[in-house]
DNA sequence: ACCTTCTGCTAGGTATGCCAAGCACAGCCC
DNA sequence: GGGCTGTGCTTGGCATACCTAGCAGAAGGT
C-alpha cells in the first residue's frame, strides 16, 4: 500500500473527534481551549492534516489525556510489527464489561478495530 | 518563561545529534537511512526546526531508538500524567490480545479508563 | 600543485501547517 | 415571518516544514 500514514492520521483525528465528544465539548469549545483555530482542528478531526507535535501536545492537554496517548493511540511513535491474527477476546470482554454503556462499547471496539487495521490487518 | 518550546526544539536536535555521533553516522548518512534531505536534518539537530511526527519517527527509526524516546527526552509528551492502576477482566483482555501492540493496549487501556471516568461511579 | 571525497551549512523554492473571516444549516424565541 | 445562537465546514492567505542545488573547509591521493 502507498501509504498507511493517511490511515494514522485518520485514527488521531477519530480518536480526537471521540475524546472531545466525549468530554461533552463542541469544536470550538476545544479549540479555544487547546488555542487552535476552529476550522483547522475540524481538520485534524478528518484525517485531512498532520498537526505538529505542539498541536498534538496542547489539544492532548485541553481533553486531559497525554500527548504520549493521542499519538500512540494512532501508531504513530513505534513501528508496529506485531501480527498473529487471534479471534478477538478482547471485543467479547468489553460487550460483557458492566461499566460500560452500550455506545460505549461500541466506540471501543471500533477503535479496537482500528488498531488491528492500522497493524496492517491480515 | 517566554517560549520554552524552542528549548524542547533545541533538547530535541542535540539528543538527535548525540544519538547520530554515538552511532558513527555521519549527517548525510542518517538523513539517507531516515528519508529526509540532509540540510533539513541538519536544520533539526541545531533546533531550527520542528519536526513533524513523521520525520521524527523516521529518525527514530533510523537511529533504532523509539519516538517515543526521543519526543520524551525533549519533554514534548509530558505534560500531565498520573493514572490510578485499575484493573479488570476488560483490561486483562486487552492486554493478553495478541493483536495489538503494546502502545496500543496502553491506549486502549487509557480510552476504557476513560470511559468509566467519564461514567462517574457505576 | 591539483583533484577527489568527505564533513556540515546556506540559499531559494515548493508543499503544507495553521489562522481569520465567512458560509450553510439547525433549533429556539419573539 | 425575522432574528438570534449554536453546530461544523470552506475559503484565501501568511508562516513554516521540507526539498534541491550549491558553497566552504578539511583530509587524503596522484
Redesign the interface.
Known amino acids: 500500500m502507498s501509504d498507511d500514514?493517511s490511515n494514522r492520521l485518520g485514527v488521531l483525528g477519530a480518536?480526537i473527534r471521540r475524546?472531545r465528544q466525549?468530554?461533552q465539548m463542541s469544536l470550538r469549545q476545544l479549540a479555544e481551549l487547546a488555542q487552535v483555530s476552529n476550522p483547522y482542528l475540524s481538520q485534524i478531526e478528518r484525517g485531512l492534516h498532520?498537526p505538529?507535535?505542539?498541536v498534538?501536545?496542547s489539544i492532548?492537554?485541553a481533553l486531559?489525556?497525554?500527548?504520549?496517548?493521542l499519538?500512540?493511540?494512532a501508531?504513530?511513535?513505534?513501528?508496529?510489527?506485531?501480527?498473529?491474527?487471534?479471534s478477538?477476546?478482547?471485543e467479547?470482554?468489553?460487550q460483557?464489561?458492566?461499566?460500560?454503556?452500550d455506545e460505549?462499547k461500541d466506540?471501543?471496539v471500533s477503535?479496537?478495530r482500528a488498531?488491528?487495521a492500522a497493524?496492517g490487518a491480515v
Open positions: 500514514w480518536t475524546q466525549l468530554a498532520e505538529s507535535v505542539r498534538v501536545r492532548a492537554k486531559n489525556v497525554s500527548a504520549e496517548e499519538l500512540g493511540d501508531g504513530m511513535l513505534d513501528d508496529d510489527a506485531a501480527s498473529e491474527p487471534v478477538s477476546s478482547t467479547d470482554a468489553i460483557a464489561d458492566a461499566a460500560l454503556t460505549q466506540s471501543l477503535v479496537y488498531y488491528r497493524n
